[in-house]
């Protein structure tokens, strides 16, 4: 038996973003208005999976600088959508497409961002394979770079030293590192 208040779904829609455990909260159907004393072992599974996956870029934008980030709900489901977790459908409702990559280009002094076309994202790709091959001395006549005895050690020093900056997550680092190498393979 359900004993919180129904959700005002129309109420946090409207928010612009809420805490990461009031998301936690409404994806597991509960209202954060009426948060319990004691969280169950649901609603602490999905605020971890959240907060470890906030900086995926590919969904959630980085509207944080502190140590207390907020989520846009939108983005949040669209996430939950995309790794076929089970949501509320109010919440679901809320989806939104995935943030596009863009790029910034210089026009008259005007800085303006525009979407990368599919050649554009290939090309970085391949730069991305290409310098981890140097780094890794996976080119003929070419040895691994001493600062980094393996490549989580140098994705570990970039989070580090770029913390807070959208996409240089481990989590974000790996999956694009691997998906760049895939494609670069199927292209050969």
């Not at 597991?28 to 208005?33: D, L, R, S």
């Not at 590919?58 to 790794?83: G, T, V």
């Not at 913390?163 to 997550?169: A, D, E, P, S, V």
Request: hydrophobic letters at 35%; glycine letters at 2%; one cysteine or more.
């Amino acid at each position: 038996m359900n004993v919180y208040k129904k959700i005002d779904w129309f109420y946090w829609a409207k928010r612009k973003s809420v805490s990461i455990m009031d998301a936690a909260l409404l994806g597991c159907n509960i209202n954060p208005k009426d948060r319990p004393h004691k969280l169950s072992d649901e609603v602490g599974n999905f605020y971890d999976l959240i907060d470890d996956n906030r900086d995926d870029c590919d969904y959630f934008s980085r509207n944080y600088k502190n140590a207390h980030p907020n989520i846009i709900l939108s983005e949040l489901a669209s996430w939950c959508q995309s790794i076929d977790y089970p949501i509320p459908d109010e919440l679901k409702a809320l989806a939104k497409p995935k943030i596009k990559e863009s790029v910034a280009i210089n026009i008259n002094d005007k800085l303006i961002k525009k979407p990368l076309t599919e050649l554009e994202r290939r090309t970085y790709e391949n730069i991305i394979v290409a310098l981890l091959d140097c780094i890794n001395g996976k080119l003929p006549q070419t040895a691994r770079h001493q600062s980094f005895s393996s490549e989580a050690q140098m994705i570990e020093s970039i989070e580090k030293h770029f913390k807070g900056y959208q996409g240089l997550t481990e989590t974000t680092l790996k999956r694009k590192f691997s998906e760049s190498r895939r494609k670069l393979q199927e292209e050969q």
